[in-house]
């Protein structure tokens, strides 16, 4: 599944950023275009693949894939500045030269929903992942049920992607709930934790598959909420992340009991991952 | 059986190390460790284990993996593999096994680690079969013995006046090729084992995941690493940039050893951390040896070195940890 740099899994493709655009305070989207035969190797990647993205000189790290191929021949990755790496990264502007190495992980099995409604459940930068199940759904209306997202952050500041809400509103059938912990004086829209407002909504688990994607303690109360509405663990998936190296399965540091997220995730069924989930927290 | 004089011997490995790089038991110090050496008359002869085990020589603690030249926004990368021949004189099968341990994750499993896999194919491995097991030794455990040639090229058992030499693989074969050995009538000496001590079966290690021995044991733990350190099959890296000169926009893509016992392994930017407790930590360490590595690669990732015991500085002692584990099985 690893599309290597001629045989050196190490090695990153060079990329350069065509586009970098605030989303949030401390959050960019970045675009990349690549350049020396990344383009093959990312002709085809899946929504809840990811890559490592470097910023040459400090290091590299991981990140989920926020668009489809679909979408056109670059790379969207959004970056929320926490560490040394993402610091690197926001400090680029356009036309700088990022590395990319991927794509990596398993991915959503967006053929097995097809016909199913889905809960898209993102919490602040963990809806980036997200966002490709949601193109592909918006992509291919016809072939997928109802679509309900549920959008969280902390502030409406941080809620990513806000210049889409209007056309995933607009798109038929799909329907998109936001809620915020800390509203402003203009916010007129749900307030509370994504769990409170997936407890109001309590959407049926009939023919319905869940996709979680945020914060460790989110992703954990979400489950607990999902199963109270009946949810089987079989039809709820999250995507993890962890500290991890090299992607490739070789580092070791990004182990679920024996499973390792970079290579046998970022995608998991609550039912492989429901016992894990307690190392993740 | 065919036996090199201790002679021959010495002029066969003087004859090596001008030919390639040859890394052999050597006292730096006052420690013994595997080293490069320019002459056999540096080799350490009599001695149990080196401190530190072979791997370092196929996964070092810190290496480059590639360059990083900035001009303008122009970025050139440059891959650094590793190039040349080593042969490493006097393995002991302990770090041997370790090295097969590797290869498990580092080869076998696709896509093989590029670094690892050159300095395994360019390095020739002279066994030395151990006269005896040392105090902290516990090969026999996990399914080794002092004396087992399997993940050798060459073993080589000290018999009356030199060697015995089994050529185990065709590389070794070839580095044997022109060497003057002996046919000497009789067999391999049979080295002193000692005894083995009971081992948890791998189904069992899950039901022993909650148990609060872990939190006990990891009480007087002091995070240090060492154990990963000294471990001849621990292999969790980490891979940053550093800059190579001053003043210069060029770095250098650097990997080096890390350890699941560290606080800030699992650590994530922001600051959550799922394994904050030792506890947790150090459980994470016997579960990867024992049972986690042995279902994702295969072989255990423990060669019965007993390093971690001799290096713990708080007497953390993994067979305590493993016949504690057999008991409550039992």
């Known amino acids: 599944m690893i599309d290597t740099n001629?045989?050196?899994?190490?090695?990153?493709?060079?990329?350069?950023?065509?586009?970098?655009?605030?989303?949030?305070?401390?959050?960019?989207?970045?675009?990349?275009?690549?350049?020396?035969?990344?383009?093959?190797?990312?002709?085809?990647?899946?929504?809840?693949?990811?890559?490592?993205?470097?910023a040459f000189g400090i290091g590299e790290a991981p990140f989920g894939l926020a668009s489809t191929p679909q979408r056109g021949g670059t790379l969207e990755f959004a970056v929320q500045r926490l560490g040394s790496v993402t610091t690197g990264l926001h400090e680029l502007g356009e036309g700088d030269i990022v590395g990319v190495r991927g794509p990596m992980g398993n991915w959503?099995?967006?053929?097995?929903?097809?016909?199913?409604?889905?809960?898209?459940?993102?919490?602040?930068?963990?809806?980036?992942?997200?966002?490709?199940?949601?193109?592909?759904?918006?992509?291919?209306?016809?072939?997928?049920?109802?679509?309900?997202?549920?959008?969280?952050?902390?502030?409406p500041s941080l809620l990513i992607f806000r210049d889409e809400y209007a056309v995933w509103r607009a798109t038929p059938d799909t329907e998109l709930h936001l809620t915020v912990d800390?509203?402003?004086?203009?916010?007129?829209?749900?307030?509370?934790?994504?769990?409170?407002?997936?407890?109001?909504?309590?959407?049926?688990?009939?023919?319905?598959?869940?996709?979680?994607?945020?914060?460790?303690?989110?992703?954990?109360?979400?489950?607990?909420?999902?199963?109270?509405?009946?949810?089987?663990?079989?039809?709820?998936?999250?995507?993890?992340?962890?500290?991890?190296?090299?992607?490739?399965?070789?580092?070791?540091?990004?182990?679920?009991g024996d499973k390792l997220i970079c290579v046998d995730g970022p995608v998991f069924s609550m039912a492989e991952a429901g016992d894990l989930l307690e190392s993740f927290l | 059986m065919d036996v090199i004089t201790s002679g021959a011997l010495a002029s066969w490995l003087d004859r090596l190390a001008a030919e390639s790089t040859l890394i052999a038991p050597r006292s730096v110090e006052g420690?013994?460790?595997?080293?490069?050496?320019?002459?056999?008359?540096?080799?350490?002869?009599?001695?149990?284990?080196?401190?530190?085990?072979?791997?370092?020589?196929?996964?070092?603690?810190?290496?480059?993996?590639?360059?990083?030249?900035?001009?303008?926004?122009?970025?050139?990368?440059?891959?650094?593999?590793?190039?040349?021949?080593?042969v490493i004189f006097g393995v002991r099968p302990c770090d041997a096994r370790g090295m097969k341990v590797m290869d498990a994750l580092f080869i076998e499993t696709s896509p093989a680690d590029t670094y690892y896999a050159?300095?395994?194919?360019?390095?020739?491995?002279?066994?030395?079969?151990?006269?005896?097991?040392?105090?902290?030794?516990?090969?026999?455990s996990i399914g080794g013995t002092p004396d087992d040639h399997r993940d050798m090229d060459i073993m080589l058992t000290e018999v009356e006046g030199g060697y015995a030499v089994q050529a185990v693989t065709s590389k070794g074969k070839a580095l044997l090729e022109g060497v003057p050995?002996?046919?000497?009538?009789?067999?391999?000496?049979?080295q002193v084992i000692t005894a083995s001590f009971p081992f948890p079966e791998t189904a069992y290690w899950p039901l022993r995941f909650n148990d609060a021995y872990w939190e006990?044991?990891?009480?007087?733990?002091l995070s240090c690493r060492i154990c990963a350190y000294v471990c001849p099959t621990c292999r969790c890296f980490d891979i940053r940039d550093e800059p190579l000169a001053v003043g210069k926009d060029q770095y250098e893509r650097i990997r080096c050893w890390d350890s699941c016992a560290g606080e800030a392994y699992r650590r994530i930017a922001g600051g959550h951390n799922p394994r904050a407790a030792k506890g947790q930590r150090l459980r994470n360490r016997f579960f990867c040896k024992f049972y986690y590595y042995p279902q994702q690669y295969g072989p255990l990732a423990c060669t019965g070195c007993g390093r971690c015991v001799d290096?713990?500085?708080?007497?953390?002692?993994?067979?305590e940890v493993m016949s504690h584990l057999a008991e409550v099985e039992a």
């Not at chain 1, 602040?124 to 109802?146: C, E, F, K, M, S």
């Not at chain 1, 909504?201 to 023919?207: C, G, I, Q, T, V």
């Not at chain 1, 109270?228 to 992340?241: C, D, I, N, W």
């Not at chain 2, 013994?32 to 008359?41: E, I």
């Open chain 1, 6 to 54: 001629g045989n050196n899994p190490l090695m990153p493709y060079l990329g350069r950023l065509v586009e970098v655009k605030d989303m949030a305070p401390e959050i960019k989207l970045f675009r990349v275009e690549l350049l020396n035969g990344g383009r093959e190797a990312f002709a085809s990647y899946r929504p809840g693949q990811f890559a490592f993205v470097s």
């Open chain 1, 108 to 155: 959503f099995p967006m053929e097995a929903f097809r016909h199913k409604d889905l809960l898209v459940l993102g919490g602040g930068i963990g809806g980036a992942p997200l966002r490709p199940v949601i193109q592909t759904v918006l992509d291919n209306r016809p072939d997928y049920g109802h679509l309900t997202i549920l959008w969280a952050a902390r502030h």
């Open chain 1, 182 to 256: 800390q509203p402003d004086p203009d916010w007129d829209q749900h307030v509370g934790l994504i769990t409170d407002l997936l407890e109001e909504l309590a959407p049926s688990p009939k023919n319905t598959i869940a996709i979680t994607c945020g914060p460790p303690i989110m992703i954990y109360y979400v489950d607990q909420v999902l199963r109270k509405l009946g949810f089987a663990p079989e039809q709820s998936y999250v995507t993890l992340e962890a500290r991890m190296h090299c992607g490739i399965g070789k580092c070791g540091r990004c182990n679920l």
């Open chain 2, 31 to 86: 420690v013994l460790l595997y080293r490069p050496v320019t002459s056999s008359a540096d080799i350490a002869r009599d001695f149990t284990r080196p401190v530190l085990s072979i791997k370092e020589f196929f996964f070092p603690a810190t290496e480059r993996l590639l360059t990083i030249e900035k001009t303008g926004q122009t970025i050139t990368l440059q891959q650094t593999l590793p190039e040349g021949k080593q």
């Open chain 2, 118 to 140: 050159s300095r395994r194919e360019n390095t020739t491995l002279i066994g030395l079969a151990c006269k005896e097991m040392g105090e902290s030794c516990f090969c026999t």
């Open chain 2, 181 to 190: 050995l002996q046919e000497r009538p009789g067999h391999l000496p049979k």
């Open chain 2, 216 to 221: 006990q044991m990891s009480e007087r733990c």
């Open chain 2, 311 to 319: 290096a713990c500085p708080v007497n953390i002692d993994i067979t």
